[in-house]
């Protein structure tokens, strides 16, 4: 089998290549209040969306910082996913985050978050 019929065989059926990829970015919290991201910088094309969430179930909220890639300039737990615009300059794009600990009654902040860099 040739290299492109091998290709082809491993598509899925009913995905063209041009079909945006879905990048997740999971936003935890330790018992200190520090906060990881992961990934914590996210490589994304126009048009890919990028989901955040919490593994705990805490609710949570993402503002960007100077300018938004995509259509939304925040999220939270309730409108987690934004979509990369058509037209997205080619730039990094800084984040803040806010999680909510129901169980202790605390908001902890992060300003110094995770980037998402639109490449060409």
């Known amino acids: 089998m040739s290299e492109t019929g091998a290709k082809r065989a491993k598509a899925k059926p009913g995905k063209s290549a041009k079909a945006a990829v879905d990048h997740e970015v999971e936003l935890s919290v330790n018992e200190s209040g520090e906060f990881t991201y ?7 094309k126009r048009g890919d969306t990028v989901t955040f969430g919490n593994p705990n179930g805490h609710s949570f909220a993402v503002m960007f910082k100077d300018q938004s890639p995509g259509n939304k300039l925040s999220l939270s737990d309730r409108d987690p996913t934004i979509t990369i615009d058509s037209d997205a ?3 990094v794009y ?3 985050a806010a999680v909510f600990d129901g169980n202790k009654g605390r908001v902890h902040l992060d300003s110094g978050c995770g980037d998402i860099g639109v490449e060409n």
Do not use: N, Q
């Open 38 to 44: 992961d990934p914590s910088f996210v490589r994304v």
């Open 94 to 96: 800084h984040y803040a």
């Open 89 to 91: 300059p080619y730039a």
